[in-house]
């Protein structure tokens, strides 16, 4: 029997370094200013989008799921290696793009076969479960221990979000006018999750320094006294996320760490100087051959 292999998408936010180790295939997604359309971390780089974000703030981009045949070509690609017998496909929320639902199109006329996971996650979120899955493909796991592993990073993760405005997230459609009414009044910091899928406003903050205080209090809640993986992803914010790490070691037992930068995708919606947070509890780790509780 062969190993599975795994394929995600830009939206994960991984650094290209560690999804290069690891042997992931990313299905890219795009970028659009105006009329310059971009293929995230092909025809754009994370630098090259921020730089020309900030040179024209006159206009939000947009954003567009990944052309069919790129699905064909990353399953045919992968399913060309004899020793890989089955892809796991893990994806960004269906709530929030029509990936997932085009993968599955794609992976049924794929020369190999794929199970496609609608993870409920996007940016770190997504790059977690999708490096929990490895590890347990990597240990030599079926279709289904790969698929239980990142589930249980989408059942378990505590994802939360810090962003300057939250007028992207209206005008792309992943925040009601209501949710951005609550988040901009009396130009509060507003602190985001993850709710099935979906970019909720979880509450509100004055400042920059209360913000990233609360995400330490709610990463210290979740990890319960346990060690935790944590990934700390940033929009041009640097120093904001070197101050979450400090809070972090302060507060929690962090077992792997992952530095990221938000991708073109993902930051098309939050915005420079955003900063992401994932912690995901170490109890019941996920291996080969051991199904998880």
């Not at 962003?163 to 992943?174: N, S, T, Y």
């Not at 988040?183 to 985001?192: I, N």
Request: aromatic share 4%.
């Amino acid at each position: 029997m062969g190993r599975v292999a795994i394929v995600t998408d830009s939206t994960c936010d991984l650094p290209n370094a560690v999804v290069e180790a690891a042997g992931i295939r990313v299905v890219p997604l795009s970028v659009t200013f105006g009329l310059d359309t971009f293929v995230s971390g092909v025809t754009i780089s994370t630098a090259g989008f921020y730089a020309r974000l900030l040179a024209d703030t006159s206009r939000l981009p947009t954003t567009s799921q990944p052309a069919p045949i790129w699905f064909e070509e990353a399953y045919a690609a992968v399913g060309s290696d004899d020793e890989v017998s089955a892809i796991v496909s893990l994806h960004v929320s269906s709530a929030l793009s029509g990936t997932v639902a085009l993968a599955r199109d794609r992976a049924a006329r794929a020369p190999i076969d794929v199970e496609v996971v609608d993870t409920r996650l996007v940016g770190g979120a997504l790059g977690m479960a999708v490096l929990a899955a490895h590890r347990v493909a990597a240990a030599g796991g079926s279709v289904a221990e790969v698929v239980a592993a990142a589930e249980q990073v989408r059942d378990r993760a505590l994802t939360l979000l810090v962003v300057d405005d939250l007028q992207a997230l209206r005008r792309g459609g992943r925040l009601t006018g209501a949710q951005t009414a609550v988040g901009g009044a009396l130009r509060v910091k507003p602190l985001l999750h993850l709710v099935d899928g979906r970019v909720e406003v979880r509450e509100r903050t004055r400042t920059w320094g209360r913000a990233l205080e609360r995400v330490g209090e709610l990463v210290e809640q979740a990890a319960a006294g346990g060690e935790v993986d944590v990934l700390v992803a940033e929009a041009l914010a640097p120093q904001r996320a070197r101050q979450v790490w400090e809070q972090l070691a302060r507060r929690v037992t962090i077992g792997d760490r992952v530095d990221a930068q938000i991708g073109p995708i993902v930051g098309a919606h939050v915005g420079s100087g955003a900063i992401g947070v994932t912690v995901v509890p170490r109890r019941a780790r996920p291996q080969a051959g051991v199904s998880g509780a």
